[in-house]
């Protein structure tokens, strides 16, 4: 292979758009040429990524057509090296590819069941269905131990906050992705993300973490991962001065990602950054600059360039330069080779449209997420014994966050006999539109408000708006019934309620577990998964680890 082919096999690139042929005026802006597959041509990368939210995800079927196409161009030119496609489905609040897929609940609602078992059989769900789409990696599951009631990016994305369960869950989903389904799993966010303040897409995290407790807390599911020989593992766009005191983030950090991850752990698969157009690596060092670090830290693949003609050239220049060996990259390239050999993409690179409809969203999968789901939900706070509500017919207001998320429930609660209102009132709710959902609860029996990460007043909803609805709604003496849809920790901030529970999730499954469990048609299983800790004190649990009440 040429320097040139080497080199773009350590890039993971994106283009905008639902097929390789369409043309984007974003893609020229970016890359210097318009459509996908123009793009793969001119930097022969080794990976790609699908984003719904850049226009790739239409359906099932659009996604391994497009998938397919990709693959045509990447074997056409060059060395014809098939590309692994990789998106991140991670479950829960962070979904690439929505219904008619299988959604499960996440990862935060898999801690709340403790069932390991069922962890792997939704990720082997979610794997074939991915693979069937042409997806050959899957940047999940998340590993970090969430320690940190405020944690702006992690929350729910994390298992919970005791190592020894985030780690069993995480071999879990390993082996139902890479067993059971035959794609790569990827564990992230090494060295551990689950104790920051700051968001790594925003700014650079410091985690002051001493090395015992990185080794308590943070290491365990990683080493679990390596141990269940997960293929990939994704850096962290976070200082930790404990394992290497220079300021660099891990993801620059050449003592976190040699020394400690590939040489002291033993890790011999892929590491590939996060994503490098993140605020938090961008920061200290030009683009440029940063492309070349990473490499020298220890990167094998860099994720989503936001300079790609400028870090493809400077890597060469490294190289050419003697900066970087080009010993150094063959490295890199031979394990990329081979997870390609490994998950099947280098020998047989297409997939079938027509059989997508076969595996996507089958009848079986999506009752199966049904049953795991329901096992999550979590009745925290039950004191005016509101829960279950009796199956008379009765009016019930559904108010609070989410335009699709209050639907479904209000869907869910109708087919159980309910005349249901819909006031959706957002995460920073109008006084106005807190005002319309008091006047509706006092004309209603019942209101059911959910909230999603109402303790956040730095970003979500800066002027504690959702904590002043629902303050409100108790005051109307009606029977009030709080649901954290997404962050179990709101209650603290609104601990008068006398009835809350915990979805760690807003899709329908997650909706849909909840009416059962309103209704009384299932018991409220879950158990918390970390302590909800008194707002203002993170030392004090308000409800521990592991409460959770049943009848």
């Known amino acids: 292979m040429s320097l040139e082919e080497k080199v773009g096999q350590m890039f993971v690139l994106f283009a905008y758009g639902p097929n390789a042929h369409?043309?984007?005026a974003r893609n020229t802006s970016l890359y210097g040429v318009a459509t996908p597959a123009e793009v793969v041509a001119k930097y022969k990368p080794g990976g790609w990524i699908y984003f719904s939210a850049r226009g790739n995800v239409e359906n099932p079927t659009?996604?391994?057509?497009?998938?397919?196409?990709?693959?045509?161009?990447?074997?056409?030119?060059?060395?014809?090296?098939?590309?692994?496609i990789a998106t991140d489905q991670e479950q829960g609040v962070v979904v690439r590819i929505g219904p008619p897929a299988t959604q499960f609940g996440g990862n935060m609602a898999h801690g709340a069941t403790r069932d390991t078992a069922d962890a792997r059989t939704a990720a082997g769900i979610t794997g074939r269905e991915l693979k069937a789409m042409g997806i050959r990696q899957d940047y999940a599951p998340v590993a970090d131990v969430n320690v940190n009631a405020l944690n702006p990016v992690i929350g729910v994305r994390s298992y919970s906050s005791d190592p020894q369960l985030v780690s069993d869950m995480t071999v879990a989903?390993?082996?139902?992705?890479?067993?059971?389904?035959?794609?790569?799993?990827?564990?992230?966010?090494?060295?551990?993300?689950?104790?920051t303040r700051d968001d790594s897409h925003t700014a650079l995290p410091t985690i002051n973490h001493t090395l015992e407790e990185w080794n308590t807390i943070d290491a365990p599911p990683f080493k679990a991962a390596i141990k269940a020989g997960i293929d990939s593992i994704m850096t962290a766009h976070i200082v930790v001065p404990s394992l290497d005191p220079s300021g660099d983030p891990a993801t620059l950090s050449k003592p976190i990602l040699t020394d400690l991850l590939r040489k002291k752990l033993g890790f011999k698969g892929l590491?590939?950054?996060?994503?490098?157009?993140?605020?938090?690596?961008r920061k200290q060092y030009g683009d440029a600059e940063v492309a070349v670090r990473a490499i020298e830290?220890?990167?094998?693949?860099?994720l989503l360039p936001p300079a790609p003609d400028v870090q493809f050239s400077a890597v060469l220049d490294a190289v050419r330069s003697g900066r970087i060996s080009e010993k150094r990259i063959d490295e890199s390239l031979l394990r990329i080779l081979l997870s390609k050999l490994k998950n099947g993409v280098l020998l047989n690179p297409y997939v079938d449209p027509a059989k997508v409809a076969t595996t996507v969203g089958t009848p079986a999968s999506l009752a199966t997420a049904q049953q795991i789901v329901d096992k999550s939900v979590t009745l925290v706070k039950n004191n005016a014994n509101t829960v279950p509500i009796s199956a008379d017919p009765r009016k019930i207001l559904v108010t609070g966050w989410g335009v699709s998320t209050t639907q479904s429930l209000a869907t869910s609660?109708?087919?159980?006999?309910?005349?249901?209102?819909?006031?959706?009132?957002?995460?920073?709710?109008?006084?106005?539109?807190?005002?319309?959902?008091?006047?509706?609860?006092?004309?209603?029996?019942?209101?059911?408000?959910l909230t999603m990460k109402a303790w956040d007043t730095t970003v979500t909803d800066k002027l504690a708006k959702q904590q002043k609805l629902v303050k409100d709604l108790l005051a109307t003496g009606k029977p009030v019934i709080v649901v954290a849809v997404r962050d179990p920790y709101d209650i603290a901030y609104f601990d008068a309620a006398p009835t809350y529970l915990a979805t760690y999730g807003y899709a329908a499954v997650s909706m849909e577990s909840l009416a059962k469990v309103l209704y009384g048609e299932i018991k409220p299983t879950?158990?918390?998964?970390?302590?909800?800790p008194v707002a203002g004190q993170p030392q004090t649990p308000l409800y521990p680890f592991g409460h959770g009440l049943t009848w």
């Open 526 to 532: 879950g158990k918390l998964p970390v302590d909800i």
């Open 22 to 24: 369409q043309p984007d």
């Open 413 to 449: 609660l109708a087919k159980r006999g309910a005349t249901t209102t819909v006031a959706q009132t957002g995460a920073a709710p109008s006084d106005a539109a807190i005002a319309d959902a008091v006047a509706k609860a006092q004309q209603n029996d019942v209101t059911v408000v």
């Open 297 to 302: 830290a220890g990167a094998d693949q860099l």
């Open 271 to 281: 590491i590939i950054t996060d994503a490098l157009e993140m605020a938090a690596v």
């Open 173 to 195: 989903q390993v082996q139902g992705y890479q067993r059971d389904a035959g794609i790569m799993a990827t564990a992230k966010h090494f060295p551990g993300h689950g104790d």
């Open 62 to 84: 659009q996604l391994a057509t497009y998938s397919n196409q990709l693959q045509q161009t990447a074997t056409g030119v060059g060395l014809r090296v098939p590309l692994t």
